[in-house]
């Protein structure tokens, strides 16, 4: 399983950091892409970076429920204040990308980084 420093995805995507700069050492070793939250739930999401393009406080909450710490927001959306304040109180490192989210997702697959199995899928490997 290949490990990726958030440091490095971020210059692969050309990210601009607004939260946990600090903390770009971190690694993360699978990808998860989507806009509906509901989504994420159904995943395997340990050590997952997840993309999107929504910049709410319900992302912050899933991301929170899920135990992922790594958020990238594509398409240039910028995260408000209250997201970021949610965010920092849960340790999480806020990125953006200017990317859409097929780009950035194809961009961090050539790397190596793979997408998260659901976990019945994990289950059976």
Do not use: W
Not at 35 to 60: C, E, H, P, R, Y
């Amino acid at each position: 399983m290949i490990k990726v420093k958030v440091q490095e995805i971020l210059e692969m995507l050309d990210c601009q950091c607004y939260l946990g700069k600090e903390d770009l050492d971190r690694e993360v070793y699978k990808a998860f892409g989507c806009d509906l939250m509901s989504d994420v739930l159904a995943f395997d999401t340990d050590k997952t970076l997840l993309l999107t393009g929504l910049t709410n406080n319900q992302v912050i909450r899933t991301a929170e429920m899920m135990d992922i710490s790594v958020i990238i927001f594509v398409r240039g959306k910028k995260p408000t204040k209250e997201v970021v304040d949610l965010a920092k109180n849960n340790n999480m490192i806020l990125l953006s990308t200017k990317h859409i989210l097929y780009t950035a997702c194809g961009i961090l697959y050539e790397k190596g980084l793979k997408g998260v199995p659901r976990r019945e899928e994990e289950q059976n490997i």
